[in-house]
């Protein structure tokens, strides 16, 4: 019996200080926020899932995620227009009869 009282102690103990650990972890985030224009700083979007009409999906990532992965599609669809352009002959110059 002596024993379970010792070990009831021993646990009771062991959630105090691990609260009072829990209860500074707060203050510590708080003071660690990061404004919304900060590289880490995390974005969360909500998209529609293709073929659904109803159903969407979250996607967080972090605001250099985010700019790297518009980065990679514009150039992706530049590389796609060049190609295009290059197949059919025409030279993108900016007006026509320029070039």
Do not use: H, K
Request: aromatic share 4%; proline share 3%; glycine share 10%.
């Amino acid at each position: 019996m002596i024993r379970v009282f010792a070990i009831g102690v021993a646990i009771a103990g062991m959630s105090i200080t691990s609260g009072a650990a829990l209860s500074q972890q707060p203050e510590e985030e708080a003071e660690e926020t990061l404004s919304r224009s900060d590289p880490d700083y995390v974005r969360c979007q909500t998209r529609r899932v293709l073929g659904s009409n109803a159903r969407r999906e979250r996607i967080c990532m972090t605001n250099r995620q985010w700019e790297q992965i518009t980065r990679q599609g514009n150039d992706d669809a530049e590389n796609v227009l060049g190609y295009r352009s290059r197949q059919s002959g025409i030279r993108s110059c900016g007006s026509p009869g320029s070039c």
